[in-house]
């Protein structure tokens, strides 16, 4: 009895001390992690360097790629994928808008995921960056020569693209599952019948290894659950895929309940492999539906949209021993397989605890059909037997989980608001880091692949509350770096994102930087609309559309004067940058445009469309601040009534 | 005379790397051009160092009014100087073997020297002339005119060798391989000279 109270006499000494201490260095602590003391020498990237890491942070619901660069968390560009983007013509010019049709029609907008970088033998490689649109099921795949979409790819009998866009280790598939299933084929019918009805298909894109060029080589119908995140295996298990699922409880209303009632729910292993053997053979079935494949011709820089009318659709039961259920507790949310391929870690976001499963131990269950029942005739593994370990009471909420080099994973955790790190084996808990707040993905460049730099950490958070100066209800998400060398991690920035960065992809800033196009070659130009010499400069009528083949050099355009406009007229301005030089572009903008400017890099033509409404005498001007001369470089264009005679006349530097 | 014939014969051979190599060499660098542009000048011709620094030099002259840099038909140095060189080439090879076999005397390699300095400070003239006219003769519509400190135009001729900073650009103006293989080749000749002195001499003393 003496001893308790000399026990809880010192406990309260110790926190009066420590509340001391919280009064003045409470916020500081906070920020700091309380240990990284020159942490700002080692982001600082002085005036004039190069970050060491490129880093790809989806933009969430503006639906583009933000580029940043590691450690220092400076934005280098926003890349547009899936969204208009009226600071450069993305979506806006005739070149670029059919890379935003889908079956719906033109969506100018979407929801960008989860970037993923290309991979040979499992190794990051730096030839695309792939991401996914969960609204509009699409994947884009953008080149990192000239960092640019370079093309689209709808994905049919899908909604919510949310466990994609995630690769195999040649970069033989892209992969995209749907997070809500749906009626396939849509039709018309009650909600309530959604149990057993519905499907959630998983998406196999084949990617050509010289082009990039993608296209869907078969579609998994998988059983109405919720396909929530996917990965790879990697290594050993390469040639699977795992999926994690929610809602195996097929709910169709107030998900938040009746979606976490099962305690377990499934993570999909599927042998690719064996299902690409099965479809070479002829396997699988021709199935109508709709959906827009776009491409960006990088001669050209002209896209164009085809409607595909039938996809390949497979039956999991077509193709047995292709597909197994992994039971994992409670709603697993990220999927992630350790470098080695041996674990599949279910991150069951309403456990306490984190659930590996061994690749070695699910074959062997295969083998010796351990079963534990089956859901809609795909066998159910029994959980005791594919069990690697369990990370006991890392955290609540577990959501995504990344590795470094070493042998360790790196697991985040939304409702604790913290990053755990662990040992891959002993299942040992050996840090932990409080994140602001409420982190979602953690990414470690290539943390995702066989070959992970294991330098930085970056948490993505997404909630911000006071962490910037404030800015109205509406806030920035925040992401927050962290260096992962040393046996506990340091907190060394914070630094905003655009939209919502759920997930990222960083790479060696060698691996790409020096192959970074300056300026497109103008003899390589193949718009069909291109205007290559001044001698071709011409303006042609054709009903009330009118062409207009225009180059620019600093500091003017050819032609600036422009009469015999009309209004009514439909006026493309074909505009060919004839500089050759980098870092020399030129905008375009017209009075009254309803659309929006265009940038045209160094040997490129875009073509933005004018409808003048109203008689008079209306400016265009370079947008782009390109040379001393630039305020000078405008031009006149005459828009005469309706019925006027006065015929096309243009020029430039005449009297 | 043997080992001056050689050396005499190798010094001329030097000089054939003109015609693979570039004689001189002007960089222009400026904040705005980390990565400087550049032009080598080859006895046949003016090349970028980068394949469109050229269009890219004379795009920036025109705000200043110069010319734009010479194709290579329109100048007739491009056609002379490849000749002169090779001319010079033959004739130095051909007093080697003649010196190697010891039918003449080495004061022919001296004179060989002193009739290519001759040609090259000629040569050096007519490219400073035309650097003269290239800076200096501008259009009087030039959308900029700058004056010097005393009122009087601003010209832009380039150093003939060296640096100088013109407006934002700093200005290096110097040999390249093809000069340096040149001037190799005239050191070595001029040596030749006083191996084939020694050799003659050593000759005589027996």
């Known amino acids: 009895m003496k001893k308790t109270i000399q026990y809880l006499f010192s406990l309260v000494l110790i926190a009066g001390l420590v509340s001391c201490n919280n009064g003045d260095n409470q916020k500081k602590l906070r920020g700091q992690g309380g240990l990284a003391t020159n942490a700002a020498e080692r982001v600082y990237v002085a005036p004039g360097e190069h970050d060491e890491y490129y880093g790809f942070f989806s933009g969430g619901f503006s639906g583009q790629l933000g580029v940043y660069g590691l450690p220092s968390g400076r934005l280098l560009k926003v890349l547009p994928v899936f969204s208009q983007n009226p600071e450069n013509g993305w979506g806006y010019t005739e070149e670029t808008k059919p890379m935003l049709n889908t079956s719906f029609g033109f969506v100018p907008w979407d929801d960008s995921h989860h970037p993923d970088i290309s991979q040979t033998d499992g190794v990051l490689d730096g030839r695309w960056i792939f991401i996914n649109g969960n609204n509009t099921p699409r994947i884009a795949r953008i080149g990192l020569e000239t960092f640019k979409t370079e093309e689209i790819i709808e994905i049919p009998n899908s909604a919510g693209n949310h466990s994609s866009s995630f690769i195999t280790e040649n970069t033989e598939y892209v992969v995209a599952g749907t997070r809500f299933s749906i009626p396939v084929p849509q039709r018309d019918m009650s909600i309530k019948e959604y149990k057993g009805n519905f499907k959630g298909a998983l998406t196999f894109i084949s990617v050509d290894q010289e082009t990039g060029r993608m296209a869907i080589k078969f579609q998994l119908m998988m059983p109405g659950f919720n396909y929530d995140l996917s990965h790879p295996g990697r290594d050993k298990s390469h040639g699977w895929f795992f999926f994690t699922t929610y809602n195996t409880e097929e709910s169709h209303t107030l998900l938040e309940v009746n979606a976490s009632q099962n305690d377990k729910d499934f993570i999909a292993a599927v042998n690719w492999k064996k299902i690409e053997e099965y479809v070479n053979n002829g396997g699988g079935k021709m199935t109508p539906t709709r959906y827009a494949h776009n491409v960006m011709d990088m001669d050209s820089h002209v896209a164009t949209s085809t409607i595909i009318e039938e996809v390949l659709t497979v039956d999991p039961l077509d193709v047995p021993g292709a597909v197994f259920f992994l039971p994992t507790p409670k709603s697993p949310h990220g999927c992630d397989v350790d470098p080695t391929g041996e674990y599949i870690i279910g991150n069951g976001k309403l456990s306490a605890d984190l659930t590996v499963h061994s690749f070695t131990k699910m074959l062997d269950a295969i083998e010796n059909e351990k079963f534990d029942g089956e859901a809609y005739g795909i066998p159910i593994l029994n959980f005791e037997d594919i069990l690697a370990g369990v990370v006991k009471q890392p955290g609540l909420g577990p959501l995504h989980t990344e590795f470094d080099d070493k042998g360790n994973a790196y697991t985040t955790f939304f409702i604790s608001s913290e990053v755990v790190k662990w040992k891959v084996g002993t299942w040992e808990v050996l840090d932990r880091q409080p994140v602001f707040y409420s982190v979602g993905h953690g990414m470690i460049p290539g943390g995702n692949s066989r070959k992970p730099f294991g330098k930085y950490f970056v948490a993505m958070n997404k909630i911000t509350k006071d962490r910037y100066l404030p800015t109205g209800p509406e806030l920035t998400h925040s992401a927050q770096l962290f260096d992962i060398t040393g046996d506990k991690m340091e907190l060394l920035l914070d630094f905003p994102t655009i939209g919502e960065p759920h997930y990222a992809a960083a790479i060696p800033a060698e ?110 001007y370079c947008t782009d601040f390109c040379s001393a001369l630039h305020q000078e470089m405008q031009g006149y264009v005459r828009v005469s009534p309706a019925d006027s005679n006065l015929p096309l006349s243009w020029s430039v530097g005449e009297d | 005379m043997k080992k001056a014939g050689i050396l005499m014969i190798i010094g001329s051979l030097l000089l054939l790397g003109l015609f693979k190599f570039p004689l001189w060499n002007i960089m222009l660098g400026a904040p705005q051009y980390p990565d400087p542009l550049g032009m080598n000048i080859y006895i046949n011709g003016i090349e970028g160092v980068k394949e469109f620094d050229i269009q890219n030099i004379d795009n920036l002259n025109h705000y200043i009014g110069m010319k734009t840099i010479p194709k290579n038909h329109e100048m007739w140095e491009f056609e002379v100087f490849p000749k002169v060189i090779l001319g010079m080439v ?14 003449i005397s080495y004061k022919w390699f001296l004179g060989w020297l002193i009739l290519m300095s001759v040609l090259g400070i000629l040569g050096m003239y007519d490219f400073n002339l035309w650097l003269i006219d290239y800076g200096s003769n501008l259009d009087p519509n030039a959308i900029m005119k700058y004056t010097q400190p005393d009122g009087s135009p601003m010209t832009y001729k380039p150093p003939l060798i060296g640096y100088q900073k013109m407006l934002n650009f700093d200005v290096d103006s110097w040999p390249a391989m093809g000069g340096y293989m040149m001037f190799a080749g005239m050191a070595l000749v001029f040596v030749s000279f006083f191996v084939g002195k020694s050799e003659y001499k050593s000759l005589k003393d027996r």
């Not at chain 1, 970074?516 to 303006?539: C, E, G, M, W």
């Not at chain 1, 062409?547 to 500091?555: D, E, G, P, Q």
């Not at chain 2, 033959?90 to 039918?103: A, M, N």
């Open chain 1, 511 to 620: 691996i790409i930087k020096d192959k970074s196009k300056q300026f497109y070659r103008l003899s390589d130009n193949k718009h069909p609309h291109a205007t290559l010499k001044s001698s071709d400069v011409r303006i042609e009528r054709n009903g009330k559309e009118v062409h207009v083949y225009m180059t620019i050099i600093r500091s003017h355009f050819n032609p600036d004067n422009i009469e015999g406009i009309k209004v009514g007229d439909k006026v493309y301005f074909h505009v060919t940058n004839l500089e050759q030089d980098f870092d020399v572009p030129h905008g375009f903008a017209t009075i009254g445009a309803n659309n929006a400017e265009m940038l045209i890099m160094p040997g490129a033509t875009e073509t933005l469309v004018w409808e003048p409404k109203q008689v008079g005498v209306w400016p265009f």
């Open chain 2, 90 to 103: 033959i004739l130095g090879v051909l007093l080697g073997i003649i010196g190697f076999l010891g039918k």
